[in-house]
């Protein structure tokens, strides 16, 4: 008999409390405001955004994505993704490693400042990024004579975005190699194994899930940022615009339905990250 067990030979059933205890009316009233909440705030934004780009009809829309400055700012936007998300990775395993399996003074201050870009407003770190590099910066000058341009042009926009997002790597792999421990590299040590070996058969397969997780956050996050590389870019069309900068200028110019078209391809790629996010979640969680 399911859930039960013998005692002394006889059969007992195992009575488990239920955790939910609201009547059905409260569940169905909170579940209803979730879901309204949800429709008004999320989804009917997201459905208008498709309305008002097709609005004008199909081929309105195709000539919109298709149109030089659209292509230049989605070929941004990948090239400055494909180089940010890379360094975050890269530094996010590190910062990981370190503070996870060693024990150093300023670990707790080393933890602060990689948190430090979710409290700083992406304006304000653009605006940093210009003191110190732009023509009248800290560094504008001597970099200008050596004929080296940061502001206002790619290597800014990858600073900018590198800065909004080095955190979501590291993030997600702290509090999952703190939970692992140190055991199993200990294990792998006392064996013979050495740093690198280590870490690719040991440390690497412990952490693929998460490490994947935060990797798709930081993409995300990178091909949608506005606010810093606002500030840094020059918003020079053709040539430093990026995707999101790309819509507010057509929209400012009352081109809504392209600005729309061009939204709705962010909208796409925010999709197809929250696809596969959840299909990483569902293979961490069968892991």
């Known amino acids: 008999m399911a859930g039960a067990i013998t005692v002394f030979g006889s059969k007992e059933e195992i009575k488990r409390p239920k955790h939910n205890t609201e009547h059905p009316v409260v569940q169905g009233l909170l579940i209803g405001a979730a879901l309204l909440f949800i429709g008004l705030v999320i989804v009917l934004p997201l459905v208008t955004v498709f309305a008002e780009a097709f609005k004008k009809g199909a081929a309105v829309y195709f000539e919109a994505l298709s149109e030089p400055d659209a292509l230049s700012a989605l070929k941004l936007t990948l090239i400055v ?22 024990k150093f003074r300023g670990k707790n201050l080393l933890i602060t400042l990689i948190d430090l870009p979710f409290a700083v407003s992406p304006v304000i770190a653009g605006l940093i990024y210009m003191l110190m590099f732009g023509a009248q910066g800290f560094l504008g000058p001597w970099l200008d004579e050596q004929g080296i341009q940061i502001m206002f042009a790619i290597p800014g926009i990858v600073l900018a975005t590198v800065f909004v997002t080095v955190p979501f790597v590291a993030r997600e792999l702290i509090p999952l190699m703190q939970a692992q421990g140190v055991q199993e590299e200990e294990a792998a040590a006392s064996l013979g194994a050495k740093g690198w070996s280590i870490f690719w058969r040991v440390t690497l397969p412990n952490i693929k899930w998460g490490l994947l997780y935060g990797v798709i956050l930081s993409n995300a996050r990178a091909m949608g940022e506005f606010g810093a590389v606002s500030v840094v870019s020059g918003h020079i069309r053709g040539q430093t615009n990026t995707l999101p ?34 299909i990483v979640e569902w293979k961490s969680s069968a892991h």
């Open 245 to 278: 900068l790309h819509v507010e200028i057509l929209y400012n110019e009352y081109q809504f339905s392209a600005s729309f078209a061009v939204a709705s391809l962010l909208v796409m790629l925010a999709v197809l990250t929250l696809i596969v996010k959840a």
């Open 81 to 102: 993704a494909v180089i940010a998300v890379p360094l975050n990775t890269i530094f996010g395993v590190a910062a990981a490693w370190v503070i996870s399996k060693f």
